[in-house]
């Protein structure tokens, strides 16, 4: 890919205009050659429209969020009593806390039973234009009915069972007619996917890069635009878009081939074209959410950003240079909503709901 010169270093002016006036007064020493911390750092703004601003909330026509679903949804999202053992909840492995992940290369669900692939945070996913690492949902209202029903994650047996321990709860009962009043049956799974859904789409953490991309130029740091010149000399940008700096679809390995077991979407498809097929991954708080890749392999946060350019472009990058787009991944470190991610007090079971089971 063919990039335009982006950015031209300038010494800072005021040290210019200093320098001048000195220059005039005696013959200075020859400057060392200022770091890149030290350095002046003009972006092309025209570069940055690829990027967008977080919205305060992600919305979709289809799923008006209310604070009444988003209250039943934060609920839902706590509550262990939605796994067949009780012990596993959607923060066990998306921990609001923690960045929305667990920290581990995979994540242990019912019976302590591992998955194939990293845990995804949920922080900013309402920005993606379809779920999971093969984009098998298109929203997150589909997304989340399937980790409750899935054997080595929640593992309740079936969507009626779900129901049923949620009408067995009477707090939630009164929940769900609160979040979809005038229905007769509230208690649906679909509308407990919905709720979550909506607490879901409010889950943003906006950086100081957003203040940047509205044209605070002091957001930033040197060092960090130093970092943003380099992400967008590379070509980073061109999958690594839009307001969560990721989510199309794209072939990992596009230059040089990645070796996994895991292909994609093509597992899914079975189409030859969907082969080491993902969604692209979120960058928002990327420097929080390791171990990276699809399959948590990757244990540095530089080294995730050499192989992106040796495999997607057939790069190898100095360590430099994979340092200094670390610096400004840094940046997109956002601020988390500690009010809204406060664990809520749980309605009480009743007589009828079901004991957690092991087996
Ligand atoms: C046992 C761990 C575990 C539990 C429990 C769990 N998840 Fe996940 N979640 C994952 C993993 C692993 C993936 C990625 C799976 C894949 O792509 O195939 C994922 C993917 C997601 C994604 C997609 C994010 C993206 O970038 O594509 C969202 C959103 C999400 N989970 C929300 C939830 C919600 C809501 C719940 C509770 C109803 C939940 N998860 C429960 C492990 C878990
Ligand atoms: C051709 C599209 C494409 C380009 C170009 C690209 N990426 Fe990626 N990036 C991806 C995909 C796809 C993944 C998911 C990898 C996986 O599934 O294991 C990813 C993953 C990542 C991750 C790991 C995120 C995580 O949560 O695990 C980082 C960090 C990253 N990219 C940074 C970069 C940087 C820096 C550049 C520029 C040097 C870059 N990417 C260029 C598509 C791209």
């Known amino acids: 890919m063919k990039l335009k010169s982006l950015v031209r270093p300038l010494i800072l002016a005021a040290a210019t205009v200093g320098a001048a006036a000195f220059a005039q007064a005696a013959k200075p020493a020859a400057p060392a050659a200022p770091t890149a911390a030290q350095q002046q750092v003009v972006i092309d703004r025209a570069l940055l429209g690829v990027f967008k601003a977080l919205p305060a909330r992600?919305?979709?026509?289809?799923?008006p969020i209310t604070p009444e679903k988003v209250e039943l949804g934060r609920m839902l999202y706590f509550d262990t009593r939605l796994s067949k053992n009780q012990d596993v909840s959607c923060n066990s492995c998306h921990d609001l806390n923690k960045f929305g992940v667990d920290g581990k290369p995979t994540s242990p669900g019912h019976k302590k039973q591992l998955g194939g692939r990293n845990s995804p945070t949920v922080y900013n996913a309402g920005g993606h234009i379809l779920q999971f690492w093969d984009g098998r949902a298109p929203n997150l209202?589909?997304?989340a009915k399937g980790p409750i029903l899935n054997p080595v994650e929640m593992a309740m047996p079936n969507e009626a069972r779900v129901v049923e321990t949620l009408k067995s709860i009477p707090g939630y009962v009164t929940a769900f007619q609160k979040a979809f009043p005038g229905q007769a049956d509230a208690v649906t799974y679909d509308n407990m996917a919905k709720a979550i859904g909506a607490f879901e789409r409010q889950l943003v953490t906006p950086s100081r890069f957003d203040k940047f991309l509205a044209g605070d130029e002091k957001a930033l740091t040197e060092a960090e635009k130093h970092?943003?010149?380099?992400?967008?000399e590379q070509g980073c940008q061109?999958?690594?878009?839009?307001?969560?700096?990721?989510g199309s679809l794209q072939k990992?390995?596009?230059v040089v081939p990645f070796q996994s077991k895991d292909q994609g979407?093509?597992?899914?498809?079975?189409q030859e074209?969907?082969?080491?097929i993902f969604r692209v991954p979120t960058l928002r708080n990327v420097t929080k959410t390791g171990p990276w890749f699809h399959d948590g392999s990757v244990t540095e946060i530089q080294t995730a950003v050499k192989l992106m350019a040796q495999h997607q472009f057939g790069k190898q990058i100095t360590d430099e240079d994979a340092k200094a787009i670390v610096t400004f991944l840094d940046s997109l470190t956002g601020e988390l909503p500690k009010s809204y991610i406060t664990k809520p007090k749980l309605p009480a079971s009743g007589p009828k709901t079901p004991k957690p089971d092991p087996t």
């Open 265 to 270: 979407r093509f597992d899914l498809t079975k």
């Open 252 to 254: 990992l390995g596009l």
């Open 273 to 276: 074209s969907d082969r080491m």
């Open 58 to 63: 992600f919305e979709d026509p289809k799923n």
């Open 227 to 232: 970092g943003l010149k380099k992400f967008l």
């Open 141 to 143: 209202e589909e997304q």
């Open 238 to 246: 061109t999958c690594h878009n839009g307001p969560a700096i990721g």
